[in-house]
Nanobody, 130 residues
């Protein structure tokens, strides 16, 4: 496993933008990269994912068009650009990674399941409130 460290969480107002970062401790190639979030009393849900070798991306319907996931391979860092934030986006945000040995088709259908990923960060809090 690799260690993941999120940063960038903050308290913002509705309509604001925020960018989260996730730094990996190792340059070991991880094909599956993703952001999840968990609000109090709710299950952890997949927000966005990127298949690292092709830069293919997928998003939850609730964030499509507002959030963008990206990576900087040279910096071993993944990002989540969040625009037009809403109070419903309030949650602890986690980055996740996996070697991706199961391949692209598995990622395409299973990315929203936390069990797909073996490495997790500690989370960074995002609060959207007026």
């Amino acid at each position: 496993q690799v260690r993941l460290a999120e940063s960038g969480g903050d308290s913002v107002q509705p309509g604001d933008a925020l960018t989260l970062s996730c730094k990996r401790s190792s340059s070991a190639r991880m094909k599956y990269l993703a952001w999840f979030r968990q609000a109090p009393g709710k299950e952890r849900e997949g927000v966005a994912t990127i298949y690292a070798t092709s830069n293919a991306t997928l998003y939850a319907d609730s964030v499509k068009g507002r959030f963008t996931i990206s990576q900087d391979i040279n910096r071993n860092t993944m990002y989540l650009q969040m625009n037009a934030l809403e109070p419903e986006d309030t949650a602890m945000y986690y980055c996740a990674a996996d070697s991706g040995w199961r391949g692209f088709a598995y990622w395409n259908t299973k990315w929203m399941s936390p069990e797909t990923f073996t490495s997790w960060g500690q989370g960074t809090q995002v609060t959207v409130s007026s």
